[in-house]
């Protein structure tokens, strides 16, 4: 049973959902000076998108930190920054910004939906290609 779209059916009509690209971190290359170059995979997602509340952002400790940030509803899976398991950097493109995934608030299954808080860090510019 898909329970992201059973009930993005019902919450679509208030907040229809939204297109987005993730940017998956796949790793990084090491170049011949030792610097690193991140690797991203580019997958569309549709994602319902809202206001990050005081209230959530307190509780998680992040009410002092500057920046705009979204609550996002999103079928898949998306990473935060884990060293030891080698994942994170994970992104969503949407209202002209790249937004970087902070928090994991929940997460259901392997692949079926989560919860995330992510902030805004740069304007991104689509190709004209």
């Known amino acids: 049973m898909n329970l992201f779209s059973l009930a993005s059916t019902m919450t679509s009509i208030i907040n229809p959902l939204?297109?987005?690209?993730?940017?998956?971190?796949?790793?990084?290359?090491l170049a011949a000076d030792y610097s690193t170059t991140p690797?991203?995979?580019?997958?569309?997602?549709m994602i319902a998108i809202q206001p990050a509340p005081a209230a959530l952002l307190q509780l998680i400790g992040d009410i002092a930190q500057q920046g705009e940030s979204r609550v996002i509803f999103m079928q898949g899976s998306a990473h935060t920054l884990s060293r030891p398991l080698h994942t994170g950097g994970d992104t969503l493109l949407f209202e002209g910004s790249e937004w970087l995934v902070t928090k994991i608030l929940e997460?259901?299954?392997?692949?079926?939906?989560?919860r995330l808080i992510v902030t805004r860090q740069t304007p991104f510019r689509q190709s004209t290609n």
Do not use: F, K, S
């Open 39 to 45: 690797l991203y995979e580019d997958i569309p997602v």
């Open 107 to 114: 997460q259901w299954g392997t692949n079926q939906w989560c």
């Open 18 to 29: 939204q297109p987005a690209h993730l940017r998956r971190m796949t790793g990084t290359q």
